[in-house]
C-alpha cells in the first residue's frame, strides 16, 4: 500500500497553528475566526427531542425513519421549491464532510475516472478523489470542460470559501451541459439558507432542472443552518438512480446516523423560527465585521451568502494572516482553498457576539 502522504495532501490546519499561537498570546485572547463551527446554542425544541430519543438500544437504519424522511421532503418541497420528493428521493448521511470524502468511492469510480470541482473550493472535494484513485480537476466555468472520462462535477453554492452564489441561469445551463455528456452533478449547498445579498437557488428547484431530478443531486446540512455541527446530521436529496445504489453500499458499510440525532434533525426540519433567529445573529455579526475589514483597508469580494467574507489586502494570504494574528485575530489563507486564493483570507462570522465585537475594536487601533 502506499503512503497515506502519496495519495492525499498535507492536513492543511496543521499549518495554522504557529499563528494561532501568536493570536492566542494577545492580551484579551484570541478571536478564532478561522473554522466554521457553530459557537450558539443547540436549539432548545432540537435537545428535547434529542434527549427524549436517547433511550435508543437498537439499531437504527441507515435510511432512517420514515419520520426523518417525511421531514426531509416537506423541507425540501417548503424550504428549496422542490417538486415531487418522494422517500426514494432521500438519503441520510452523517454528516455532510463523510459524505464528500467518501462518494467518489462509493460511486465506484477509480483509475481513469475524473472528478471536477471548483478552482477555489472545500478540500475535500480534492479529498474525495484521492481516495477513490480518480483523477480531479479543477475549474473556473465546468461547462468548458472536457467532458470525457468525466463522471462527477461537484458544484458549491453558496460556496465555502468564497460565498460566490451560482444564479438560476447558470445553474440552468450547468445542468444541461452534464446531462447532455452524462455526467452526474452533485450540489453541495450547505449554505444555502444563509443568502444575505441574494437569495441562493437549490438544484433541486424546477426552474433549475426541468422538474425532473435525473443526474442531479443536492447535498444539505443541519450543522450550519441549526448549529448541530456536532451531531453530525445531513442528507442527500435528488435522483434515486443515484441514491438506491449509494444506500445499498451504505448499509453494508454500516454508516448509520444515530437514533437520538434522527430524532433531533426531525424536529430541526420541522421549525423556520430558530433558522430565522440564527440567520439574525449571523447578519448582526456579519454587519459588524464587513465594516471592520473594509475600514481596516481590505476588499472584499463576492460574499454574498454563507458564513464567511473572503477578504484581500492585495498581498500575500500568510502575510494577512500574520499581520491579523498579531492583532489576536486567527483567519484562513486563501491557499487552503486552492492556489487561486493566495492572496485572500477566509473570515468566518461564527465567533460570539463578544468575540465579534473584540475583533472590530482591534481593527479600528
Request: proline fraction near 7%.
Amino acid at each position: 500500500m502506499s503512503a497515506v502522504s502519496d495519495r492525499l495532501p498535507t492536513f492543511p490546519w496543521d499549518k495554522l497553528e504557529p499563528f494561532k499561537k501568536t493570536a492566542a498570546a494577545h492580551p484579551d485572547g484570541i478571536v478564532d475566526l478561522s473554522v466554521g463551527t457553530p459557537v450558539d446554542p443547540v436549539p432548545e425544541l432540537v435537545q428535547k427531542a434529542l434527549i427524549a430519543a436517547a433511550d435508543s438500544p437498537g439499531y437504527p437504519t441507515v435510511w432512517g425513519t420514515p419520520e426523518l424522511r417525511d421531514a426531509i421532503t416537506g423541507w425540501a418541497e417548503r424550504r428549496l421549491g422542490a417538486r415531487g420528493i418522494t422517500h426514494r428521493h432521500v438519503l441520510p448521511v452523517v454528516g455532510s464532510k463523510e459524505l464528500v470524502a467518501w462518494l467518489p468511492t462509493q460511486l465506484g469510480l477509480g483509475p481513469g475516472d475524473k472528478v471536477a470541482h471548483p478552482r477555489l473550493a472545500y478540500p475535500t472535494y480534492e479529498v474525495g478523489a484521492r481516495l477513490a484513485r480518480a483523477d480531479h480537476e479543477a475549474y473556473d466555468d465546468p461547462t468548458a470542460l472536457d467532458p470525457a472520462n468525466l463522471k462527477l462535477l461537484w458544484l458549491n453554492s453558496p460556496s465555502n470559501p468564497t460565498g460566490r452564489v451560482l444564479g438560476k441561469e447558470e445553474l440552468t445551463r450547468i445542468v444541461a451541459w452534464a446531462r447532455e455528456h452524462g455526467v452526474l452533478v452533485v450540489a453541495d449547498e450547505c449554505y444555502l439558507e444563509l443568502g444575505w445579498e441574494t437569495e441562493p437557488v437549490s438544484v433541486l428547484h424546477p426552474d433549475v432542472n426541468g422538474g425532473s431530478l435525473d443526474g442531479v443531486v443536492a447535498v444539505h446540512s443541519l450543522s450550519k443552518r441549526s448549529n448541530l455541527a456536532g451531531y453530525r446530521a445531513a442528507f442527500l436529496l435528488g435522483d434515486p438512480a443515484v441514491l438506491d445504489p449509494l444506500l445499498q453500499i451504505r448499509k453494508h458499510g454500516g454508516m448509520m446516523t444515530s437514533a437520538p440525532t434522527q430524532a433531533a434533525a426531525v424536529a430541526a426540519l420541522g421549525d423556520d423560527a430558530h433558522v430565522h433567529e440564527q440567520r439574525e445573529r449571523y447578519a448582526a455579526r456579519r454587519t459588524v465585521l464587513r465594516r471592520a475589514l473594509l475600514d481596516h483597508g481590505f476588499r472584499i469580494e463576492h460574499s454574498e451568502a454563507g458564513l464567511y467574507l473572503w477578504a484581500t489586502r492585495d498581498e500575500s494570504c500568510w502575510d494577512t494572516v500574520a499581520h491579523l494574528a498579531e492583532r489576536g485575530i486567527l483567519v484562513a489563507p486563501g491557499d487552503f482553498y486552492g492556489p487561486a486564493g493566495e492572496r485572500f483570507v477566509r473570515v468566518a462570522l461564527t465567533a460570539t457576539d463578544e468575540r465579534i465585537e473584540a475583533a472590530a475594536r482591534r481593527l479600528a487601533q
